[in-house]
């Protein structure tokens, strides 16, 4: 695999084939190449968003002993519920929440992600989807502040 190849699949976690197809399609721009692929993971977000989601995490974060985050993260298994990727959105999500002070999981969708500001809450879950192949969705939160 060349290393235009190597870099979009660790940037996006897309597939090798999905990879491929996006770097041949944007005749090798890898900025054009991921577009192509957050757009196609959209996509498939949107062809998963009536599946039910039976399963997930909670995950807490506490920020200073002052303010903390309890946050349901659901998808379809406990085969995704337990993979590093879904944990780590689930604590992303989390850690955003305690920073941001969203009024709900509405309003925390729209808001730039603290961890990288050019994609929303939303976008990081659209990705998840894709990566997964799971619907995902952030049913609930709670945060308390002192």
Avoid: W
């Avoid at 506490?62 to 995704?80: A, K, P, Q, S």
């Amino acid at each position: 695999m060349d290393n235009s190849l190597l870099k979009l699949r660790e940037e996006t976690g897309a597939g090798v084939m999905d990879c491929k197809k996006a770097l041949e399609e944007s005749q090798g721009d890898l900025e054009k190449a991921k577009e192509i692929i957050f757009a196609s993971g959209a996509a498939k977000a949107q062809k998963r968003a009536e599946r039910k989601t039976g399963a997930g995490v909670l995950d807490s974060y506490i920020h200073n002993d002052r303010i903390g985050v309890l946050v349901e993260l659901r998808c379809e298994t406990d085969f995704v519920a337990k993979t590093d990727i879904f944990k780590s959105v689930a604590h992303e999500i989390a850690m955003h929440i305690a920073f941001s002070n969203p009024l709900d999981t509405m309003e925390i969708l729209t808001q730039p992600s603290i961890k990288d500001e050019s994609i929303t809450i939303g976008d990081v879950i659209t990705q998840l989807i894709a990566r997964t192949g799971e619907n995902c969705k952030l049913e609930r939160f709670c945060r308390y502040e002192l």
